[in-house]
């Protein structure tokens, strides 16, 4: 069996829901307020905005989905909102914007159970709210985790003990989350261009996930509520890749850090996928976590396809599907 828990969701209904915010599905890209994703602006867009939207929607249908699924060979997708719509900056629209986002992340998945299940959102920049809207998606609309932006909630960051309650309704529901980083130059508004080359999404992203990890053990929330659990996409970011440098600094150069214990000592309330373009350093990620610590994840339908990230890995079949379905299957309670 294969689940990939890292796949992206937009519907009709998650489109044009506020005059400025938007999001909207433009020819020249996903467009959140003055901010456009992508490098369409040197060149003239061959579609119609009308067209874009009509092509993405397509692509999300259940039917085109499955269809992809069948092709890749992928039984479920586990369903998030698209980071660049967290909505973290956008005050009380953000909040809005998360109910809106369960209600049809939930209806999605009813209508296909088999094969769709989803990560709840949640606005994390309103402590308060995104705990009582995340009890609402776990325990009435399905949702199986929240998935939060690696950094930056409006000011509020993994350590900041603001987002405590945020963290101990997750343990009590034991519900994970999910780690996605996101494009942080939505906050530059009509500056946003200054982000040359996409640069805080394509290298962003990853600092966003390793910031995560680092200001969840480093503030202590792990301490306070040790049975949270997280994963964290794209390989954990640069965590893993700087697992070294991250534990001996923590003991020896992050005076203020809460944590307890030694910094490798938290790694069992992390999980990883293999979402990096080159099996040596999947081998190097499995080397250094585990089996154990692993889903499968790979931005599904998304700008790139690298393939089943289990080949190559040098596993039996037990631990290939600890990885492919077994892994994910415990950490999200999956009904399978």
Sequence with gaps: MLIDVHAHLFTAGMLNRHAFWGPFMKARGLTVGHFSLGTNKHRKPAVSDAEAEAALLQKMTHASRRSLMAERGVDKLVLSTPSHAFMYWAGD????????????????CAEDPTHFDFWCHANLADPAAAAKEIERAVTQLGAKGVCVGGANFNGLEAHSEELFPVWEKLEALNAPIMVHGYNQSIWLGEQHHQDKFETSSIVGDCVDETLFFWYLICGGALDTFPKLKTY????????????GRLAELNHGMAPDARNRRKLPDYLPNFWFDLDVHSPALR???LEVV????????TNFGGAYDNGDPTTGLGLDDAGCEKIRSGNAIELLNLAV
């Design 93 to 108: 629209f953000g909040n809005e914007y998360a109910r809106i986002c369960n209600d049809e992340l939930s209806a999605y």
């Design 283 to 285: 081998r190097g990620v």
């Design 232 to 243: 964290i996409t794209h390989a954990g970011g640069m965590a893993v890749f700087q697992l």
């Design 290 to 297: 585990g089996a154990d610590r692993l889903v499968h994840g």
